[in-house]
């Protein structure tokens, strides 16, 4: 009896043991599985800001940039120039671009801040929207819209050049919606008889 006694004591503490371990395991794989999904989180917040930069900086530029010297640089410099030129002898459709583009980008990081919140503190509906927007806003304001700007608008030409090929690149993905918007935008100007000026 005692023998038996014991061997049930010590199968008790061997299912113990194990469930403890196993309990110990999920908590390292759950820690992993947030570290992971961290790490996601900021790359794509952080890819993000970046790209709501280009469009915000790249829309100021446009307007800053001296088309002289846009002329200039294209004919004396190498394809990046030339492209900047074919961007901005467009310009509705540009702005059309960079519009969609932007607006895009904002939504993307609401929503994306507003699921990490969730995750983090996990606060009620009503709050998480709330609380998510009010943390996101200054730093979109001072990452998207005052910084790029500002950039952009001291050295519109040099940061053109390095902003011109993931604009494109937009641009062609964007090319079923932002079309239709084109000749909607040149119809609107030549009803309007609205003529593109040439600067001196």
């Not at 932007?102 to 009620?124: C, D, H, K, M």
């Not at 998480?128 to 806003?137: D, G, I």
């Not at 909607?184 to 040439?198: C, H």
Request: hydrophobic residues 50%; positive net charge.
């Amino acid at each position: 009896m005692r023998a038996r006694g014991a061997r049930a004591a010590r199968a008790r503490r061997r299912r113990r043991r194990g469930r403890a371990g196993a309990r110990r395991g999920w908590t390292r794989r759950e820690g992993g599985r947030r570290a992971v999904n961290l790490v996601v989180f900021l790359c794509a917040f952080a890819a993000l800001l970046v790209l709501g930069g280009i469009f915000s900086g790249t829309e100021t530029g446009m307007y800053s940039a001296s088309r002289l010297r846009v002329e200039a640089a294209a004919k004396s410099g190498g394809r990046t120039a030339r492209l900047v030129r074919q961007l901005l002898s467009d310009d509705a459709r540009l702005l059309i671009t960079l519009l969609f583009a932007y607006n895009a980008v904002l939504q993307s990081l609401a929503t994306l801040f507003e699921r990490q919140i969730g995750a983090w503190i996990s606060p009620p509906d009503a709050w998480r929207e709330a609380l998510a927007s009010a943390l996101l806003a200054p730093i979109v304001f001072f990452c998207i819209d005052l910084l790029p700007k500002d950039l952009f608008h001291r050295r519109p030409l040099a940061l053109l050049h390095l902003s011109a090929w993931p604009v494109v690149v937009v641009q062609k993905l964007l090319l079923p919606i932002v079309w239709p918007l084109h000749l909607f935008a040149l119809g609107i100007e030549r009803l309007l008889g609205v003529r593109p000026t040439v600067e001196r």
